[in-house]
């Protein structure tokens, strides 16, 4: 499975971004897929899931209500919509995919292919 992440950029606080996740190789309704996010010099974390059943995890708790995951079967793709970003959001974004549709949804170690990254900025 091969993913290919894209949509990140600089953006001031309050403003919007929506990230793609491009998947090839497998249909995504097959497999869990999870967004991951990496601040400098911090691990990375867990966002939230989309599952194979297109049921959607939590999502972590300082993007309630301001993130939305969601998925395109016709284009293989997922999203992450991000709307009042603040500056703590700022951090490489991965996408991540679990052929083995594991149950633990919410850890890294589940997911065996990993995007390239995109990063986000946001100013203050």
């Known amino acids: 499975v091969q993913l290919q992440a894209s949509g990140g950029g600089l953006v001031q606080a309050g403003g919007s971004l929506r990230l793609s996740c491009a998947v090839s190789g497998r249909p995504i309704n097959n497999l869990n897929m999870g967004w991951f996010r990496q601040a400098p010099g911090k691990e990375r974390e867990f966002v939230v899931a989309i599952r194979w059943s297109g049921s959607v995890t939590a999502y972590t708790d300082s993007v309630k209500g301001r993130f939305t995951v969601s998925r395109e079967n016709a284009k293989n793709t997922i999203y992450l919509q991000m709307n009042s970003l603040k500056p703590e959001d700022t951090a490489a974004y991965y996408c991540?995919?679990?052929?083995?549709?594991?149950?633990?949804?919410?850890?890294?170690?589940?997911?065996?292919?990993w995007g390239q990254g995109t990063l986000v900025t946001v100013s203050s």
């Open positions: 991540a995919a679990d052929s083995r549709r594991s149950v633990a949804v919410y850890s890294a170690r589940s997911y065996g292919d």
